[in-house]
């Protein structure tokens, strides 16, 4: 099955403890294409942006498994030079839907609405922008003037619950799909248990970083806080008139 399965997954370093070692092709594409290539019926099984599963709840969820965090995240932030309550103008990176969301979320509940563009990360600017993956990563690397506003560090403190950022999500006509979830279920095990392993095969970011990365900023389960968080996140996109406003109904394997 694995051969035939068309498995598409996000290309952020995120992803690595839960594809790292899968027998089969992978597309690997950014979030955005990835949510267009799995509604499209051009893939199987996706591991893609949560608000997908909000906006477009026809899928079925892996159970057990997602990107999330309960606090900091790292790589999820709004840089920005003036105070937030300044801030006019957002970049953003229209990569990711969820972080997007998460952000009009986050900053309608202080009362701001800036207006949001979407651009490069790394335009040369002084306008706030919103920085994910490893994106976020590299820019935080170089000495600059601008701060940075968590977003899952913020979510904490608003919601006291962690947020999920991706989820694997099957199609609805795939077969298979308890025996496709248990496989990456156990995939991700392996990955978690040889995480040293894992890291030593990184080539693109510092080892000590990917450590900290993994243990101290990411979690990578889906279970009942992970899910009381995401039918929060839910409430609040309705809240905000992002989604509409049924209550959230998880089809999990």
Known sequence: MAGSLRLGCVEYLNARPLVHGWRGDVLFDHPSVLCRRLAAGELDVALVSSFEYLRNPIYSIVDGIAI?????????????????????????????????????????????HPRLVSGAADSPSDRARLLIGDQAIEFRKRPSEFQYWDLGEQWRDL?????????????????????????????????????????????????????????????????????????????????????????LSLRLF
Not at 74 to 81: G, K, P, Q
Not at 90 to 110: M, Y
């Open 68 to 112: 999330a965090s309960d606090g900091p995240v790292y790589s999820v932030v709004l840089a920005h030079r003036r105070p937030l309550e300044q801030v006019r103008e957002i970049t953003v990176d229209p990569a990711s839907e969820t972080s997007v969301n998460l952000l009009r979320v986050l900053l309608g509940e202080r009362g701001l």
């Open 159 to 247: 919601c006291d619950l962690p947020f999920v950022y991706a989820l694997w999500l099957i199609r609805p006509e795939v077969a298979g799909a308890k025996e496709i979830a248990a496989r990456l279920r156990a995939l991700r095990e392996t990955n978690l248990r040889r995480v040293e392993t894992l890291i030593a095969t990184e080539k693109k970011f510092d080892r000590d970083f990917c450590a900290r990365y993994f243990r101290d900023y990411l979690r990578f389960g889906f279970g009942q806080k992970e899910k009381e968080g995401l039918a929060m996140f839910q409430r609040l996109c309705a809240k905000h008139d992002l989604l509409p406003a049924p209550e």
